[in-house]
């Protein structure tokens, strides 16, 4: 939980670099909230069937759009891409495929063009 907590701090932070672990810690406790609030969407009767949405799960999904994409793009910044190729979401079935590796791999060795190593920071 503190890696998600870390995440939502650095709301808009879209420099520096982000570990494996705070990335996937915050993907887990952001869909695991998301799907809680569904729960709770459905419970308090505000779920539309249509359109497959709930009016609380909708307002946190909005409101962690940001946080999101700034850890998506640290994420990045550590396996020393830029942040725009965080735009591979767009591209049907193969950009998130794509991304999924790239978040997967392991940190860039050393400091690069981003800043230090966050696990060298901890020793």
């Keep these: 939980m503190n890696w ?6 650095k709301y808009a932070v879209f420099s520096g670099r982000a570990r494996r672990k705070e990335y996937w810690y915050f993907m887990l406790f952001y869909v ?12 308090l009767g505000t779920f ?17 759009i940001i946080p999101s994409i700034a850890v998506g793009v640290r994420r990045l910044h550590d396996t020393d891409r830029k942040g725009w190729w965080l735009l591979l979401y767009f591209v049907p079935f193969i950009g998130p495929i794509v991304l999924i ?5 392991q940190s860039y060795l050393g400091e690069n063009k981003y800043g230090p190593n966050p696990i060298d920071e901890l020793i």
Aim: no cysteine; charged share 10%.
């Design 4 to 9: 998600y907590l870390s995440a939502v701090k």
């Design 32 to 43: 695991i909230g998301a799907v809680i609030l569904g729960f709770i969407d459905g419970l």
């Design 48 to 64: 539309d069937v249509d359109s497959g949405m709930g009016i609380i799960s909708s307002i946190y999904v909005l409101g962690m």
């Design 101 to 105: 590796i790239f978040f997967a791999q």
